[in-house]
């Protein structure tokens, strides 16, 4: 097939990213994180501005710099993160959820920062934290657009597999249950993906038609493809 035109394919499009991963915080020196480095929504946000997109950029811990043109906004943790995208859910054609965002948050955040037991005899003590749920930011996108068409909504998941389950056999399932049009399923583990300039993902399509096979390329080339589905999908 012959290269599919991208120069300003996006021209008059908002396309709505999260990059990076959300922290969670135990109390003010303190969180729960994890090892997303933001490059994938970062090159997305660089590749959607250059095809012409409006792009606002929901970032997330990521010490990266975005492209021109891209609109910067931070946040800290998933709450902080689906309080920004709520502002932003209207305005946008396409939302790309490529942030990790944390399952669980502390019960309880403590105002001052949390001290040892320094009693005689309390040596192996250690506090238990209490994690809660956070919400499901891209479910809750995907129920409040309802019956309309837009905005198109892409989710992304990073899987390891497990004994006796495919990557793909998992992300097939994460994309019923979501319900968003496109889940970008890329196979991670600890020295695989996180932080490299390259990445392999397989694009699973909720219409039904056959996944899109993206990769080992760099992220820019992803966000390419990733980009090139959605386009397909705008109404
Ligand atoms: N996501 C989200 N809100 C959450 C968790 C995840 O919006 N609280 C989004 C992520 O940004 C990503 C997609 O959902 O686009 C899939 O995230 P993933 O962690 O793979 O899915 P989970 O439903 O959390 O499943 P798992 O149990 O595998 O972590
Ligand atoms: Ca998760």
């Known amino acids: 097939a ?4 991208r120069a300003g394919d996006y021209a008059g499009r908002r396309v709505l990213i999260t990059a990076g991963g959300t922290r969670e915080p135990l109390d003010p020196v303190r969180f729960l994180g994890n090892r997303s480095s933001g490059k994938q929504g970062y090159a997305l946000a660089a590749r959607a501005a250059a095809r012409g997109a409006s792009v606002r950029l ?7 710099s975005a492209a021109p043109g891209v609109d910067v906004i931070r946040v800290g943790s998933a709450l902080e993160m689906q309080e920004a995208i709520r502002g932003h859910t209207d305005w946008a054609d396409v939302i790309v959820m490529a942030a990790a965002v944390a399952d669980y948050r502390p019960a309880v955040y403590a105002e001052s920062k ?8 309390t040596e192996n003590d250690a506090p238990t934290i209490t994690l809660v749920r956070n919400p499901d930011i891209l479910a809750g996108l995907v129920a409040d657009r309802g019956a309309a068409t837009s905005p198109v909504i892409v989710g992304f998941a990073a899987e390891t597999g497990e004994p006796g389950r495919s ?3 998992l992300g097939r399932e994460k ?9 970008v399923v890329n196979e991670v583990g600890v020295d695989v993906t996180f932080g490299r300039d390259e990445n392999t993902v397989h694009i699973l399509r909720q219409d039904g038609g056959p996944p899109i096979d993206a990769g080992p390329a760099r992220k820019e080339i992803i966000a390419d493809a990733v980009l090139d589905a959605a386009r397909d999908l705008l109404v």
């Open 58 to 64: 929901i970032s997330a811990n990521a010490d990266l």
């Open 2 to 5: 012959a290269e599919p035109s």
């Open 167 to 169: 990557v793909h056999e």
């Open 114 to 121: 949390m001290k040892k037991t320094h009693a005689p005899g």
């Open 175 to 183: 994309l019923a249950r979501k319900g968003c049009d496109l889940l």
